[in-house]
């Protein structure tokens, strides 16, 4: 079973810092794009940053300047910077490889005010 697991959730308060981190199989990062979607509470998932193999990025505009995406390929790792955080950030993050329906966990972020 293809497992893609993340780390670095946590509690932080408003305009603090967090850094999300999803390692998985290599065979999984060279051929799809990864990306960290996110479920807030009472809203639907949402896709928030992504990135190709190739470099390749999307980020959501609600995120837009705040968070960044990128991949070490060798070392079959995708990091989601979270800067400036606010409440609304507040959610279950999912790391994923985008269209193949292989998610990890979840890791909880909380922003406190």
């Known amino acids: 079973q293809v497992k893609l697991v993340e780390s670095g959730g946590g509690l932080v308060q408003v305009g603090g810092s967090l850094t999300l981190t999803c390692v998985g199989p290599?065979?999984?990062?060279?051929?799809?794009?990864m990306g960290w979607y996110r479920k807030r509470p009472g809203l639907m998932s949402e896709l928030v940053a992504s990135q190709t193999a190739f470099g390749d990025t999307y980020v959501a505009d609600s995120v837009k300047g705040r968070f960044t995406v990128s991949r070490d390929n060798p070392k079959n790792t995708v990091v989601l910077q979270m800067n400036s955080l606010k409440p609304e950030d507040t959610a279950v993050y999912y790391c994923a490889a985008v269209g193949t329906g292989t998610w990890g966990q979840g890791t909880q972020v909380t922003v406190s005010s």
């Open positions: 290599r065979d999984v990062f060279m051929n799809n794009p």
